[in-house]
Each structure stands twice: as C-alpha cells, then as structure tokens.
C-alpha cells in the first residue's frame, strides 16, 4: 500500500483531495485522543497496537493540525470487515469519514474483496446514514452487541445495545 493516499469523498462535486496515508505506531498518541474523544467506551491502545501487529489495514487522514480520523479494517478470503472508523468529533460533516470509507474500500477491491461488512451502534444515526449513503445496507441484527456506559456510581453495566450489520456488494 502506498504510503501517501490521495482520496476524494464520494459524490463530491469539489475536486476535494485529502491526505490519507497508512497509519504507524507513531500515530497512536494521536489516534487514542481522536478515539478517546469520539467514545465513551474507547478501545484501548493495546487494541490499536494488535491491530498493527496482526496487519490489519489502518488509514489516517492528517492535516496541518494533526490527525482528523482513521479506519482500521481487515481482508481475507474475499471478504472485508470495518473494524473502526473514527472522526474527530470537531472535524465532523468535513467529508473526512467519506474520504477515508472510499479509500477503504478501494484497497480491498485490489485486494479482491467482493464484499464488505460492519457493525454499527443502532443508535448511531449519524455513521448509518454514511454507510447507507456509500451503499451499504441492513443485513440483520446482532443483539446486545455493545457494551453501554454505566449509570453514574456504578461500575458496569448490564444493558447492552444491538448492532446493525451492514454490508456492501463490492462486484459492481
């Protein structure tokens, strides 16, 4: 994979290019902020680290004042999975998670995927309207999927959130 990606977010009518490169462990830093400000249940930098190490795919988008997101997402036997895909909550509607989507699936159609799969919180209005946008659709349900935040003065939780699962045909 190249070490600096040129992207454009889809249906974009701007000649928009954004600076999309793989990720190393010196983004991690920068990677767990953008992580840690997105989520109230954040993966761990031990996470990050494996992912790395077992060469998972792994983007960045970088700009002048630092890292504005990332995605992270895996691809075997025909098939790719997004494992994380994580915009910093001010550089949000910048067309960054597009940007970084594309690329994503530009690099497993190369790789010979025909389809791509993932997760998503049922809540999370904002990322399925992205997915649906970039042509991904319901597939089924995974109940209790998520862990949730635990009330205040409480040390877990034992509510849990369904994922949707979601897929996108990638044979076009």
């Given at each position: 994979m190249?070490?600096?990606?040129?992207?454009?977010?889809p249906?974009?009518?701007?000649?928009t290019?954004?600076?999309?490169?793989a990720m190393?462990?010196?983004?991690?830093k920068?990677?767990?902020?953008?992580?840690?400000a997105?989520y109230?249940?954040?993966?761990t930098?031990?996470?990050?680290?494996d992912?790395l190490?077992?060469?998972?795919?792994?983007?960045?988008?970088?700009?002048?004042?630092g890292?504005?997101?990332?995605?992270?997402?895996s691809?075997?036997?025909?098939?790719?999975?997004i494992?994380?895909l994580?915009?910093d909550?001010?550089r949000?509607r910048?067309?960054?998670?597009?940007?970084l989507?594309?690329?994503?699936v530009?690099?497993?159609?190369?790789?010979?995927?025909?389809?791509m799969f993932?997760?998503?919180?049922?809540?999370?209005?904002?990322?399925?309207a992205?997915y649906?946008?970039?042509?991904?659709?319901?597939t089924?349900?995974?109940?209790?999927?998520y862990n949730?935040?635990?009330k205040?003065?409480?040390?877990?939780?034992s509510?849990?959130?369904d994922?949707?699962?979601m897929?996108?045909?990638?044979?076009?």
């Amino acid at each position: 994979m190249s070490e600096f990606l040129q992207s454009q977010a889809p249906e974009s009518t701007a000649e928009t290019v954004y600076p999309i490169r793989a990720m190393s462990a010196a983004d991690l830093k920068e990677v767990l902020r953008v992580e840690r400000a997105s989520y109230q249940l954040p993966w761990t930098e031990q996470i990050f680290k494996d992912c790395l190490k077992v060469g998972y795919h792994s983007l960045v988008l970088e700009e002048e004042g630092g890292l504005s997101g990332f995605v992270i997402f895996s691809c075997a036997v025909g098939e790719a999975h997004i494992l994380n895909l994580c915009i910093d909550p001010k550089r949000r509607r910048s067309g960054f998670a597009e940007a970084l989507l594309a690329q994503a699936v530009s690099v497993v159609i190369v790789a010979g995927a025909r389809v791509m799969f993932l997760e998503v919180r049922e809540s999370n209005k904002g990322a399925i309207a992205l997915y649906e946008k970039s042509g991904f659709v319901e597939t089924g349900r995974r109940e209790n999927y998520y862990n949730t935040v635990p009330k205040e003065g409480k040390k877990t939780s034992s509510k849990r959130e369904d994922a949707l699962v979601m897929a996108r045909d990638l044979t076009f």
